[in-house]
T-cell receptor, first 113, second 116 residues
Framework: RKEVEQDPGPFNVPEGATVAFNCTYS??????FFWYRQDCRKEPKLLMS???SGNEDGRFTAQLNRASQYISLLIRDSKLSDSATYLC??????????????FGKGTHLIIQP | GAVVSQHPSRVICKSGTSVKIECRSL??????MFWYRQFPKQSLMLMAT?????????EQGVEKDKFLINHASLTLSTLTVTSAHPEDSSFYIC????????????FGSGTRLTVV
């Protein structure tokens, strides 16, 4: 099983629609979870952290299910500017040192006018 | 917010030469620097982790003698790709974090290396 697994897409979605991405991770010791956004040929940018209780930031909602080792991201009222690759990211416990991050391959989202 | 400045953004070099990539944390102390690379349509893969003043820890399969990492100060880390070959062509990106993790993981803007 891959460390972080995502459906690569692409997801072609009309503007204004709601879209959901899922992600599974394999390391049960991971404690920190994030969604990053990466535009073509750019560095990843933090979209939001994911908390156990679920959290919302404007049109974006993230959920975490530790038992199933599953993370989701919901985007409501999608905008053209939401077109990007969304990366599911999980910390990789280093046993005392600073944790690195493990990235999924990303889900490519295309919002169509 | 925290900023990491990465240079160069793009470099083309001849096979067999060495290339140095710099990452500077501009307004915080980067106690740990992570170096990643990303091949087309692939995820970012961690190459190595370095703590200021210590030797870097390399991931399995990453040659430490080929990818030299220096993290001599809290604001500067460098990655040198020695004797570069076309298969080293990739997007290299650094990520810094400070001890208290106030700013989270701050990424540089990446370096696109092309070896011809």
């Amino acid at each position: 099983r891959k460390e972080v697994e995502q459906d690569p897409g692409p997801f072609n979605v009309p503007e204004g629609a709601t879209v959901a991405f899922n992600c599974t991770y394999s390391n049960s010791a991971s404690q920190s979870f994030f969604w990053y956004r990466q535009d073509c040929r750019k560095e990843p940018k933090l979209l939001m952290s994911v908390y156990s209780s679920g959290n919302e930031d404007g049109r974006f909602t993230a959920q975490l299910n530790r038992a199933s080792q599953y993370i989701s991201l919901l985007i409501r009222d999608s905008k053209l500017s939401d077109s990007a690759t969304y990366l599911c990211v999980v910390n990789r416990p280093s046993g005392g040192g600073a944790d690195g991050l493990t990235f999924g391959k990303g889900t490519h989202l295309i919002i169509q006018p | 917010g925290a900023v990491v400045s990465q240079h160069p953004s793009r470099v083309i070099c001849k096979s067999g030469t060495s290339v140095k990539i710099e990452c500077r944390s501009l307004d915080f102390q980067a106690t740990t620097m992570f170096w990643y690379r990303q091949f087309p349509k692939q995820s970012l893969m961690l190459m190595a982790t370095s703590n200021e003043g210590s030797k870097a820890t390399y991931e399995q399969g990453v040659e430490k003698d080929k990818f030299l990492i220096n993290h001599a100060s809290l604001t500067l880390s460098t990655l040198t790709v020695t004797s570069a070959h076309p298969e080293d062509s990739s997007f290299y990106i650094c990520s810094a974090r400070e001890r208290q993790l106030v700013y989270g993981y701050t990424f540089g803007s990446g370096t696109r290396l092309t070896v011809v």
